[in-house]
């Protein structure tokens, strides 16, 4: 097995030596070359080169959860060589003879799926007639069990290798070095002859980290103290600052909640039943990112902080409440359940939570698994059983629980007491509502009845009086046919208007004597059952909840244990006395220096928020079927960083956004092109210009007319259909977008179109598309231009006045251009403020001059009015026109996206 | 499976949906201008045992658009209309006759029957209360139900056996428009026509989808959900009122010279941020879709006017009738998109109107009469303007009904049956005049020629050119089909022209 290290080292001398050529053309040599014949001179082994390729395409019937398909048995070379019902598979060192060859020609194995490659076949072939070696000796088959077996091979895929902490290497332009993360994004652009670009200027350095790391823009005048600042750690107070205001959690936690699936229903269901304790997890989120809660915590409570709280939850305390919300994490999943109580329902929660929670921690599809043995990774389909274990406790499809039947009370035993004191009183109340209820409906009856004639009367009589599941098929016949005699109290005010007045007062009698109690909350909890021992955790054949198999140990992947260490969950650690443990025992594996997975996933993440672009770029699958990372050294240092800071954040974003990487301009170098060997910038020889997330560009709207209410926490803003049918925010409110509720089924439309997650299960990574449908809610869409009428009222009044530009620019730029008579005197210094507000910069003097001119042409053409206004006054006119510009400079681009 | 000109296939799979697949890793360093750092560490991941590299691209592409793409293959259609008649249509009442079914009527339904709604459930058989008749030269058997139908019954191919094995509605409208039974979160057949073909018109939505009046049918928005696709693979809804689509049209004061004037200014600002930035590609692709979204407007809005359509036509389409109107008027406009070169239609009806559970002679007959006149127009209205042969017009539900009684009396019904049902499928490279597959003799399980919804839509996307086991799409890291769970899943060739 290479050592990563090495293998590292020879990427890079390999990347010198190219960098020495003529790139392109040498580039375009090797690959040729690799197309043509992929590396037949090669000795090629069975567990290298071979097994990758049966794993995909033919173990899943010949060997593996499928059996063994005309008693053959890929997974060894040995058994293809004992060979199955029609004889050996293959004949070493004879390709015209192997049956395994002859059948993938004639399109007859694999008989579904997309088929084997030429370039497999290819492979297999040559390896056939190289004598189909192994690597060493193989396993007895009775040894590898039920699975595909574990080679060395597999154990050595980058990402389940130790994280190396590799040494920061040395560069040529240590005067670009001003964090360790700039020396490994410098070593793998030195060789191709570039390096970053200069440092950006403090105007756009303020805007990007101040959205990035805030999610909102930085006023005007923190913009001009910044300026002003000339200190040498300008920047550095800058980001301390930034990390230590509130809006920091908002804009981080948002970002968990993608990888979450948080949402404020419960989806799966065409009816998504709201889900109304859901707000409490994000709050405990938004807390968690301000406190710098240490990520092992973070995530240790997210998945069994339930298991710290000893029952029973009567009195619990503020640290207590905060261990069981954490667990909200395991509520997010869809779960519908409260509409939809199937089986298939119930089963499927189950699934997308193991879904959800390993490509969060492990950047694994383990998924797949499922049914079968993972065709690409070494994830068994008993490693999916193993993690299905930590689960069943709690949401096997048997003794499922409704999401309305997983939630504690807040209410402490002194509130029970004050409640049961309210309910003795309500008790005499309620018992004679009761009685007059039952009158009325007797008195109701005879009176109808009075309609009809003997014998009709008294059989109907009989038949009503009688409770309904007594009565026999001829009473409800008759009453079928007589339905006028079914009163029921919902409709005792059609017979008896004045009893159902009376009751009516009644209610609210009794009603205001409830309202006396302490109001009671409560907090939506992942928990196992206190009363109920886990259920034997069984092999499904084909993922079928119906079709059990043997009985699997809850434990960990076993490729991701060491060779021979137990893989169990039970027993590793002892909870409280309530529950199995077995969440703990994992989360405590997850921060184990067994696990690189889970710091290398994190780190990896975080970047990918900082830069637009993971290191790995598929952030939720680390498996073979994602991308490689771009900087596999550079990865496993911030991983071992995260682990220096003790798993503590704030830190750790300071390490990126101090870097040079990170300050450098955004604008490609103008003397390269054409021929820029960092072309789409995965390299970072500059930042990346991308797009603002939905939330971003909701809440700079909202901050540059000055609507942005900065209240922070509790239950979420609702949502509604405006008149033409689609979803905005209710109630104009001007909340930060984390805020709002996150119906699964009514997905806000501004924030949809701007590829927020409609949660199916989770995001781990949202798509950024540029369509037509963004740009007509842009253009047409009620939200921006509110807002952008807002924004022309607070600058025409002076309610925000220009706080960056200087007064000679706005005087030179009311030079410029034709002053209209009727001008108001503050209307440059509007037009100064709206591009302030919406850009964070103030305009140039020729931009100015040119917005005046806009404005002015709107007015001398007579555009009409804004909704509300006459239209006959200058000032109406200004306004109209400065709404205009200020809708125009919020749907452009530099707006939308951060450079 | 091996289409016609599977050649073209392979280039159209490597150039457009697997960016770096092996033979085209040349062309896709070009175009990344990949540098070398990412090459050597390709090399040193060749050294690291990824050497059977799963059938995937190292890369999604940049971005993904809605210009024209070519099909796989020679197609037969270019656009679909799809009227989806959710709730089950009941097959034994509509294009299934079932003699036996007549003859035992009130007698028991010999053998087991898998009921929705256990509590009105019965094993007495229901012959149905319509006549059917041979119709046109191909004397395809239709009800009385569906006078109109009847006559264009000689486009048509009636598929008589389709099955789900599934009773409920949600798991098989899913079935049918995400490819997986009961599964939600998946892009839709639109989804996957409109990201395998693109639009022939960007001046509108490449996957348009009509909405009843009386609400979203069971399932809501997801019907024409994108699933793990971008946004824009999502259906866009021509609403029942106005305004049609969203956003189209500016408010008031906001139309005509004074968009003009603002979107000028944003192109001005936006040529000048674009100029900082050269070669950014999404800041170009965002200025132009500006440009996109002025032209739709005019595109859209003079695609739903139908006051230039001659009465005739209008007539033709019931529009002249309360009870066809709305209907008609979708139907309508349908053809104006597909004309306009829209790829992918499909209207919808409030509710569950085919779910006749109960007072089936009122209720089936009240959504025949809504229906059946549009429908049939709309196949005549393709042909007579040689569109037939290149649309696919496809009516049907998600599921069928039960041979037996739900209830007795005037209040009967029908209770759900995914066992077999029946659709059919006009133009487009459909045989005409013909029906296709049988269910057993009371019309409850399909018994010959099977055709899952896996089936239709193999069977659809070849009509338009794709292949659905190499339409892939790339989701975390795993290639999606449409057909994912069916990779055996068969064109139907019988019923292909």
């Not at chain 1, 999610?215 to 103290?225: C, L, Q, Y």
């Not at chain 1, 006395?577 to 077995?582: D, L, M, V, W």
């Not at chain 1, 591009?835 to 053409?861: A, D, I, Q, Y």
Request: aromatic residues 8%; neutral net charge; glycine residues 8%.
């Amino acid at each position: 097995m290479i050592d990563f290290q090495i293998t590292n080292m020879v990427g890079r001398i390999f990347g010198l030596i190219l960098a020495s050529s003529t790139l392109t053309a040498f580039a375009e040599d090797v690959t040729a070359k690799k197309e043509a014949k992929p590396e037949i001179s090669a000795q090629l082994t069975f567990e290298k080169d071979i097994k990758p390729i049966l794993r995909a395409h033919c173990l899943d019937c010949h060997g593996g959860v499928e059996g063994k398909k005309g008693k053959l048995d890929m997974r060894l070379v040995r058994t293809m060589l004992s060979g199955g019902e029609t004889g050996p598979a293959i004949e070493p060192g004879n390709v015209d003879e192997s049956y395994l060859i002859a059948r993938i020609v004639d399109h007859e194995m694999p008989p579904k799926g997309a088929g084997v490659s030429p370039a497999e076949l290819e492979k297999l072939k040559t390896w056939i007639a190289q004598g189909a070696k192994t690597a060493r000796p193989e396993p007895a088959p009775e040894a590898l069990g039920t699975t595909l077996g574990l080679t060395p091979e597999e154990r050595a895929y980058w990402a389940f290798r130790p994280i190396a902490d590799p040494t920061p290497p040395s560069v040529k332009s240590t005067g670009r070095v001003r964090t360790t993360v700039d020396k490994f994004l410098l070593a793998s652009l030195e060789p191709l002859g570039i390096g970053f670009r200069e440092d950006a200027d403090k105007l756009t350095l303020i805007r990007r980290v101040t959205l990035d790391l805030a999610g909102v823009p930085p006023s005007p005048a923190e913009v001009r103290a910044f300026l002003a600042d000339n200190r040498p750690d300008a920047y550095e107070r800058l980001v301390d600052r930034l990390l230590a205001s509130p809006q920091y959690g908002e804009r981080w936690a948002r970002h968990w909640m993608d990888v979450a699936g948080y949402a404020d229903s419960d989806g799966g269901s065409a009816a998504d039943t709201d889900r109304p304790h859901a707000w409490r997890y994000r709050d405990w989120l938004i807390r968690a990112f301000n406190d710098d809660k240490p990520l092992d915590a973070f995530l240790t409570e997210q998945l069994a902080g339930d298991e710290f709280v000893p029952r029973p939850w009567n009195n619990l305390t503020p640290h207590q409440v905060d261990l069981l919300t954490a667990t909200g994490f395991l509520r997010m999943p869809a779960d519908p359940t409260a509409a939809d109580y199937s089986e298939t329902a119930r089963n499927q929660v189950m699934t997308d939570t193991i879904k959800v929670v390993t490509s969060t921690t492990l950047g694994l599809s383990v998924a797949c698994a499922q049914c079968h043995d993972h065709r690409y990774d070494p994830i068994s389909h008993v490693d999916y059983y193993r993690l299905r274990g930590m689960f069943d406790p709690a949401l096997h499809w048997e003794g499922f629980r409704q999401p309305g039947a997983r939630v504690v009370s807040l209410y402490r035993d002194l509130d029970r007491a004050a409640a049961a004191a309210v309910e003795e009183q309500v008790k005499p109340l309620a018992e004679k509502r009761a009685a007059y209820q039952a009158d009325a409906m007797k008195r109701a009856l005879v009176k109808e009845l009075e309609k009809y004639q003997e014998p009709l009367k008294s059989q109907l009589k009989t038949a009503a009086e009688t409770a309904a599941d007594k009565r026999t098929p001829e009473m409800n016949a008759l009453l079928d046919a007589n339905p006028s005699v079914k009163i029921s109290p919902g409709v005792l005010y059609q017979y008896l208007p004045d009893a159902a007045e009376e009751l009516k007062k009644m209610d609210a009698a009794i009603g205001a004597v409830r309202a006396k109690k302490p109001p009671e909350n409560f907090i939506a909890i992942y928990d196992e059952p206190p009363d109920r021992k886990p259920p034997v955790t069984k092999r499904l054949h084909r993922g079928d909840y119906r079709q059990p198999l043997e009985e699997v140990k809850p434990g960990i992947p076993e490729v991701l244990k060491p060779e021979g260490a137990v893989l169990d969950l039970d027993g590793t650690v002892q909870p409280a006395g309530h529950s199995s443990g077995r969440r703990t025992a994992f989360a405590r594996w997850l921060f184990s220096d067994e696990n690189p997975l889970t710091a290398r996933v994190l780190a990896n993440r975080i970047w990918m928020h900082h830069f637009g672009r993971g290191l790995v770029a598929t952030a939720g699958e680390f498996g073979r079927l994602g991308e490689p990372p771009t900087h596999p050294e550079l990865l496993d240092h911030l991983a071992s960083e995260l682990k220096r800071n003790g798993w503590r954040l704030k830190n750790f974003h300071k390490l990126i956004v101090l870097s040079s990487a990170y300050r450098q301009k955004a604008v490609r170098d103008p003397g390269r092109m054409s021929d820029d060997p960092d072309a789409d910038g995965r390299l970072l020889s500059r930042f990346p210009v991308h797009r603002l997330d939905a939330e971003t560009i909701r809440d700079r709207i909202l901050a540059a007319s000055g609507h942005l209410d900065n209240q922070m926490y509790g239950p979420p803003v609702d949502v509604q259909a405006d008149d033409s049918g689609q979803v905005v925010v209710a109630g104009d409110s001007g909340r930060r977008s984390v805020y709002v509720k996150q119906k699964r089924s009514q997905p806000v439309s501004l924030m949809a179109a701007f590829d927020a997650p409609v949660m199916e299960t989770h995001c781990e990574r949202r798509t950024s598309a540029t369509v037509a449908t963004q740009s007509l809610m842009l253009l047409n869409g009620t939200f921006l231009l509110g807002e952008a009428n807002r924004l022309a009222i607070a600058a025409l009044d002076q309610k925000f006045v220009p706080e960056m530009i200087q007064a000679e620019s706005i005087s030179k730029g009311l030079a410029s251009g034709t002053k209209m008579p009727d001008e108001p005197a503050a209307l440059s210094g509007a037009v100064a403020t709206i591009w302030e507000r919406t850009l964070s910069r103030p305009p140039s003097e020729k931009e100015l001059g040119r917005s005046l001119e806009f404005v002015r042409e709107h007015v001398r053409t007579g555009a009409p009015p804004l909704p509300g206004l006459k239209g006959d006054n200058a000032r109406d006119k200004y306004l109209t026109a400065l709404a205009h510009l200020g809708q125009s400079l919020m749907a452009s681009n530099e707006f939308l996206y951060t450079d | 499976m091996n289409g016609p000109g599977n050649d073209h296939a392979e280039t159209h799979m490597n150039g457009l949906f697997s960016s770096a697949g092996q033979s085209s890793r040349r062309q896709f360093l070009n175009r990344t201008g990949m540098g070398m750092g990412a090459l050597a560490l390709a090399q040193m991941l060749q050294e690291d045992g990824l050497l059977a590299a799963p059938p995937k691209p190292i890369s999604k592409p940049a971005h993904y658009d809605l210009t024209p793409k070519p099909p796989m293959f020679e197609p037969q259609a270019r656009a679909v209309i799809s009227m989806f008649m959710h709730g089950g249509p009941s097959h034994v009442d509509l294009f299934d006759p079932k003699p036996e079914l007549q003859k035992r009527d009130g007698q028991d339904y010999p053998g087991e029957i898998v009921y929705s709604f256990v509590n009105r459930a019965s094993k007495k058989l229901l012959g149905s209360p319509w006549k059917f008749a041979h119709h046109g030269q191909s004397g395809t058997a239709v009800s009385e139900l569906l006078p109109h139908t009847a006559k264009i019954i000689d486009d048509v191919c009636v598929i008589r056996s389709m099955h789900t094995g599934h009773n409920g509605h949600e798991v098989s409208i899913r079935y049918f428009h995400g490819g997986i039974a009961g599964i939600l979160g998946r892009p839709t057949l639109g989804s996957w026509v409109v990201y395998g073909l693109g639009t022939e018109n960007q001046n509108l939505p490449a996957y348009m989808v009509l909405t009843d009046p009386d609400g979203l049918p069971v399932d809501g928005v997801t019907n024409w959900s994108n699933g793990f696709m971008p946004p824009m693979f999502q259906g866009t809804v021509l609403r029942p009122r106005e305004p049609r689509i969203f956003n189209l049209n500016p408010p008031e004061y906001l139309r005509g010279e004074v968009q003009k004037r603002n979107l000028a200014f944003l192109r001005e600002l936006n040529a000048e941020h674009a100029d900082k930035y050269p070669g950014e590609g999404d800041l170009e692709a965002r200025i132009a879709s500006y440009e996109l979204a002025a032209r739709m407007q005019t595109a859209a809005t003079d695609a739903l006017d139908i006051s230039n359509e001659s009465e005739a036509t209008k007539k033709l389409y019931g529009i002249d009738d309360p009870v066809t109107r709305e209907y008609g008027t979708r139907c309508l406009i349908a053809r104006r998109l597909v004309e306009r070169g829209v790829r992918f239609v499909q209207m919808f009806l409030g509710g569950q109107p085919w779910d006749n559970h109960s007072d089936i002679k009122k209720t089936l007959a009240g959504i025949c009469a809504k229906t059946d006149k549009p429908a049939a127009a709309l196949v005549y209205d393709l042909k007579s303007r040689g569109l037939l042969d290149s649309t696919i017009v496809h009516w049907g539900g998600e599921i069928g009904r039960l041979p037996v009684t739900e209830g007795t009396g005037p209040g009967a019904g029908r209770d759900h049956n995914g066992q077999g049902f029946t659709v059919w499928l006009a133009g487009g490279g459909f045989k005409g005049g013909m029906t296709y597959g049988a269910t057993d003799e009371f019309g409850h399980k399909a018994v010959e020629n099977v055709v899952t919804p896996n089936d239709f839509q193999a069977t659809l996307l070849n009509r338009l050119g794709l292949d659905h086991t190499k339409l892939m799409y790339q989701h975390n890291g795993r290639e999606e089909r449409l057909t994912s769970n069916a990779p055996n899943a068969r064109v139907v060739k019988e019923i292909l022209v």
